[in-house]
């Protein structure tokens, strides 16, 4: 089977910096994604890797370390509308759907 | 600009009724779009994948005759939930694929079956 884990819920402080780590376990692999999804809203593309090594796009950054199954976002200098659903999903082949985590809902405090 | 629309983003009916999801590529043409369902709180779902000019394949668990998908060209997918009931009640969305692997999903429909 498909196994995609990341903590339910983290809260962080305005400025400060957050990680939001995601492990796989899948039959395959053929790239990570992360997606950004506010609450009645459909998610937003944010970074996509599928080789070892971080992406950086802006404010966010996407790890990825294929041996250990690991990926992580790393979101700099939180702002308040960084409040969200953060989304990791794994296509496992090809052009395969992609495999969705349950998702972790970030609060943003002041 | 949205590369994906999604129409209606609202819908009430009755129980019993039919509901058609229209999900549209504005930009480029999708030869695969796939639909996704999610409850509140909890991940998404994927329900099916519609190829463009051939019978959808829908996941373990979903009712391909109570779940219609028509992907009758590269620019339109259709999902109609047919005599929808409560617990049809979900967030319904679209999601299509480019060339270069970037994702775009379309901004969700919301229905509401009472």
């Known amino acids: 089977g498909q196994n995609i884990d990341q903590p339910t819920e983290m809260t962080a402080t305005e400025g400060a910096i957050v990680q939001i780590n995601c492990t796989y376990q899948?039959?395959?692999?053929?790239?990570l994604f992360w997606y950004q999804q506010h609450a009645g809203e459909a998610p937003t593309f944010l970074s996509y890797n599928v080789l070892d090594g971080l992406e950086e796009k802006g404010r966010f950054s996407s790890f990825l370390s294929r041996s250990k199954g690991y990926s992580y976002l790393l979101l700099k200098e939180l702002q308040m509308k960084d409040s969200a659903s953060y989304l990791c999903?794994?296509?496992?082949?090809?052009?395969?759907?992609?495999?969705f985590g349950k998702g972790t809902r970030l609060s943003v405090i002041a | 600009g949205a590369v994906v629309s999604q129409h209606p983003s609202r819908v009430i009916c009755k129980s019993g009724t039919s509901v058609k999801i229209e999900c549209r590529s504005l930009d480029f043409q999708a030869t695969t779009m796939f639909w996704y369902r999610q409850f509140p709180k909890q991940s998404l779902m994927l329900m099916a994948t519609?190829?463009?000019?051939?019978?959808?394949?829908?996941e373990q668990g979903v009712e391909k005759d109570k779940f219609l998908i028509n992907h009758a060209s590269l620019t339109l997918s259709t999902l109609t939930v047919t005599s929808a009931h409560p617990e049809d009640s979900s967030f319904y969305i679209c999601r299509l694929e480019d060339s270069y692997n970037e994702q775009f999903f379309g901004p969700g429909t919301r229905l509401t079956v009472l």
């Open positions: 519609s190829n463009e000019g051939s019978k959808a394949t829908y």
């Open positions: 899948t039959s395959g692999f053929n790239g």
């Open positions: 999903a794994v296509r496992t082949s090809g052009n395969t759907p992609l495999v």
